[in-house]
């Protein structure tokens, strides 16, 4: 397999992207959105023409594998399992996470989760990704260089502005930072009303604080959102995270619908539970 990546730095794009994902990875927002993820690509795959190769996408599409570090908010995430329950020992996450985790493991980011599942159902695959950041690009390009067909391809630009020259895929993701939040809030708006029009399948991640941005995104989007909730919302907002939710557009839906009984266990294991938020 092999990857091209383009290490061309976009100055301005890269130089507002300060955020750096080390901190949370692992944490519970990433293994909700992770599985959500997986359960997904299952779900697509089952209705995938046989032989077809299965074009993925992400937009913000991160390392794509970081080390949990002594400390950090993986330790109440992936960090919290001890042990799988039956309900959910199926799941492709499970499959390819093994827990419990210590500090050292490599925590696989979304793409590479993608591409192994991928890889282990023997399914033909092209994977675009975007990233603004130059330390993201230069760890893709590692990993990318040493594989020998092109299926990856890694361009360091604004992810948002991408969707509009490259449509077409089976799935993308779009994973902001929401730093600056307002910024990423309209931006997803707008990404996931150009896919609908596509007619395209799609997740989209995005942190709760309050319930006014993911109601507007949802409506919006005309879609679903699966959201973990692990704190309560209170009498008004604040600067606590209190959840997270993925938005599930086109044939993306469906697959999280069926899935319900699964992110409620999920949703459990996490500490938290799953609300569903319909578009009105
Ligand atoms: C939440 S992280 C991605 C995590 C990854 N999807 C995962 O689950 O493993 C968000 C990423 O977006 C990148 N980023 C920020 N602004 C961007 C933009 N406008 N376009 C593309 N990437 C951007 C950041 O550098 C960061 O790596």
Known sequence: MSQTSDRRTGPSTARRSAYDHARKVGNRADVWKHCCLLRVVEHLLAGHPPGATFRYGETHSGAGELVLGETGEWRQGVGALDSVPDALAPHPYFRLVDVPVAPGTRYLGSWRLVERHLADQGIEHQIRLCDTSTAVSNLVWEYTVHQPSPTIVFRQLDGFADIKKHPGQ?????????????????????????????????????????????????????????????????????????????????DAAPGLEAAQGELEALAELLGGRLEIRQPG
């Open 170 to 250: 089976h799935l993308l993701f779009i994973d902001p930072p929401f730093k600056p939040a307002r910024h990423d809030w309209r931006r997803a708006g707008e990404a996931t009303e150009l896919l609908r029009e596509r007619g395209e399948s799609y997740l989209a991640w995005y942190p709760i604080y309050w319930p006014t941005e993911p109601t507007r995104l949802t409506n919006a989007a005309r879609a679903p959102a699966f959201e973990l909730h692990w704190a309560p919302m209170g009498k008004r907002p604040d600067r606590a995270l209190k959840g997270c939710g993925m938005l599930a557009g086109g």
